[in-house]
């Protein structure tokens, strides 16, 4: 059987027809032609939509709806309690990796929801689009709660990667110092960190693309503030990365430029008397 996709913008699926995948103008077309239905939105409000077009859908009896986007674990629960209401099942597998990672099948899945459901999804995930599987057992919170776990590591070591940057630079220590210990001691992923900054991904050119973009990063920083405060604790760190990140979105110099969840860098920057794009970034833009 053939996968049937969709996309808000349907040509960024046209590299799956080689694969034999069809597309579809709407998400109720897919959920009504499929028995596994897999989603990843960029943010709640869209999950929710679509949970509401597969169940518009038609009868959705007997089949599983997988989500793979990170969202707050309240609204997994909500959208779970939906579908499960409609006949199906829903399982919450936010995935860590990048759009790399993706096209490797290198992701990572945490997944959780009925046993059933999962089964069914289970030739779809490990060794196919993921290198491993984290099984968070049948409350779909817990999954989403994992992934905000991640994130928090995440846009913190990006915070204070991004300090340190700017501490090399302003006591003459120098960035590719910096790099070149933090590679050595921390190894490829923090390395890879550090590469968004000074290769300029922070701030890709004004027709470029952002490799996560900043939007998406502040919306996973506020997940994981709520989170804390509803637990009855606190992210310091994340507060400082969400304060830059917003601050780095409205620097009047950006004129509509795309920017990374690194994009924090710029406005550390910016706080220690220097530029917001960094002479990297001027001299790609000079170049074009």
């Given at each position: 059987?053939?996968?049937?996709?969709?996309n808000?913008t349907l040509?960024?699926?046209?590299s799956l027809?080689s694969?034999?995948?069809?597309?579809a103008?709407?998400?109720a077309?897919v959920?009504s032609?499929?028995?596994?239905?897999?989603?990843?939105?960029?943010?709640?409000?869209?999950l929710?939509?679509?949970?509401?077009d597969?169940?518009?859908?038609?009868?959705?009896?007997?089949k599983?709806?997988v989500?793979?986007?990170?969202?707050?674990p309240?609204?997994?629960?909500?959208?779970?309690?939906q579908?499960l209401?409609?006949?199906g099942?829903?399982?919450?597998?936010?995935?860590?990796?990048?759009?790399?990672?993706a096209?490797?099948?290198?992701?990572i899945?945490?997944?959780?929801?009925?046993e059933?459901?999962?089964?069914?999804m289970?030739?779809?995930?490990?060794?196919v689009?993921?290198?491993s599987v984290?099984d968070?057992?049948?409350?779909?919170?817990?999954?989403s709660?994992?992934?905000?776990?991640?994130n928090?590591?995440?846009?913190?070591?990006?915070?204070v990667?991004?300090?340190?940057?700017?501490?090399a630079?302003?006591?003459?220590?120098?960035?590719?110092?910096?790099?070149?210990?933090?590679?050595n001691?921390?190894?490829p992923?923090?390395?890879?960190y550090?590469?968004r900054?000074?290769?300029?991904?922070?701030?890709?050119?004004?027709d470029g693309?952002?490799g996560?973009?900043?939007?998406?990063?502040?919306?996973?920083?506020?997940h994981?503030?709520?989170?804390?405060?509803?637990?009855?604790?606190r992210?310091?760190?994340?507060e400082?990365a969400?304060r830059?990140?917003?601050?780095a979105m409205?620097?009047?110099?950006?004129?509509?430029?795309?920017?990374?969840?690194?994009?924090?860098?710029?406005?550390?920057?910016?706080?220690?008397g220097?530029?917001f794009f960094?002479?990297?970034?001027?001299?790609?833009?000079?170049?074009?």
């Amino acid at each position: 059987m053939a996968v049937i996709q969709t996309n808000r913008t349907l040509s960024r699926g046209d590299s799956l027809k080689s694969l034999g995948a069809v597309s579809a103008n709407t998400v109720a077309e897919v959920a009504s032609k499929s028995d596994i239905i897999f989603s990843c939105v960029s943010n709640d409000a869209v999950l929710q939509d679509v949970a509401k077009d597969i169940i518009a859908s038609g009868s959705i009896e007997g089949k599983v709806y997988v989500d793979c986007s990170t969202v707050h674990p309240d609204t997994s629960v909500d959208v779970g309690k939906q579908i499960l209401q409609a006949g199906g099942q829903f399982v919450a597998a936010p995935v860590f990796g990048a759009a790399a990672m993706a096209e490797a099948g290198k992701l990572i899945f945490v997944i959780a929801g009925p046993e059933e459901a999962k089964s069914k999804m289970a030739p779809y995930l490990k060794d196919v689009m993921g290198r491993s599987v984290m099984d968070m057992g049948s409350d779909v919170s817990k999954s989403s709660l994992l992934k905000i776990a991640g994130n928090i590591c995440v846009i913190s070591f990006m915070e204070v990667i991004s300090e340190a940057h700017v501490f090399a630079e302003k006591t003459g220590l120098g960035c590719a110092t910096l790099e070149n210990m933090l590679g050595n001691m921390f190894g490829p992923v923090v390395e890879s960190y550090s590469k968004r900054i000074t290769t300029g991904a922070y701030a890709p050119a004004p027709d470029g693309k952002a490799g996560f973009d900043v939007r998406l990063a502040v919306k996973d920083a506020k997940h994981a503030l709520n989170c804390a405060k509803t637990a009855g604790t606190r992210l310091e760190v994340s507060e400082v990365a969400l304060r830059h990140m917003e601050e780095a979105m409205a620097s009047s110099e950006l004129d509509g430029r795309p920017l990374d969840s690194s994009s924090m860098y710029g406005a550390i920057r910016k706080e220690a008397g220097m530029d917001f794009f960094s002479d990297v970034c001027k001299q790609m833009d000079s170049a074009k």
